[in-house]
T-cell receptor, first 110, second 114 residues
């Protein structure tokens, strides 16, 4: 079983919709989570990080951690075509190695 | 501007040839990483280095080699022993040894074996 599970998609939604991207994790020992965005043929860039339960907001983006169910989510409000990308979740483990999800490809249709 | 520079962006290799991918950073970061990315598989760690002249194997090190002679440079050699080298290769760095934090990535190098 992979430590971080993520549906690879693709997920296709109309412009303006609220997008929900999700990951589950299996190891609770060290809980520092990150969401990266990767455009096609580019390197990933950090969107948000969080290490506590609850919500963290940054503009149209909200990261949510539910430690009881081992679920992390990224919400995108008022989605734009420029949000079309692959979104990767990751978790630092207790050995300071990053465990990556497979990435979800998101398509925002104009 | 500080960042990570990978070169070349695109590379074609004949079977049986070794190729070296360059990674240079001017962020003064201690730790550097090489990842391989295949469609639908996320990022898989090849090698990482937390200090000059030291590096460790990641999950898929077979057929690859690295060196870390300078803090700012971490080249990756894809050897002829790597059975399926066609992939997108990403170099990354982070500030501290033994710390969780933001990983900064280069733009990637796409290797195709002909």
């Amino acid at each position: 079983q992979k430590e971080v599970e993520q549906d690879p998609g693709p997920l296709s939604v109309p412009e303006g919709a609220i997008v929900s991207l999700n990951c589950t994790y299996s190891n609770s020992a060290f809980q520092y989570f990150m969401w990266y965005r990767q455009y096609s043929r580019k390197g990933p860039e950090l969107l948000m990080y969080t290490y506590s339960s609850g919500n963290k907001e940054d503009g149209r983006f909200t990261a949510q951690v539910d430690k009881s169910s081992k679920y992390i989510s990224l919400f995108i409000r008022d989605s734009q075509p420029s949000d079309s990308a692959t979104y990767l979740c990751a978790r630092w483990d207790s050995n300071y190695q990053l465990i990556w999800g497979a990435g979800t490809k998101l398509i925002i249709k104009p | 501007d500080g960042g990570i520079t990978q070169s070349p962006k695109y590379l074609f290799r004949k079977e049986g040839q070794n190729v070296t991918l360059s990674c240079e950073q001017n962020l003064n970061h201690d730790a550097m990483y090489w990842y391989r990315q295949d469609p639908g598989q996320g990022l898989r760690l090849i090698y990482y280095s937390q200090i000059v002249n030291d590096f460790q194997k990641g999950d898929i090190a077979e057929g690859y080699s690295v060196s870390r002679e300078k803090k700012e440079s971490f080249p990756l050699t894809v050897t002829s022993a790597q059975k399926n080298p066609t992939a997108f290769y990403l170099c990354a760095s982070t500030k501290g040894r033994g710390q969780a934090g933001e990983l900064f990535f280069g733009e990637g190098s796409r290797l195709t074996v002909l």
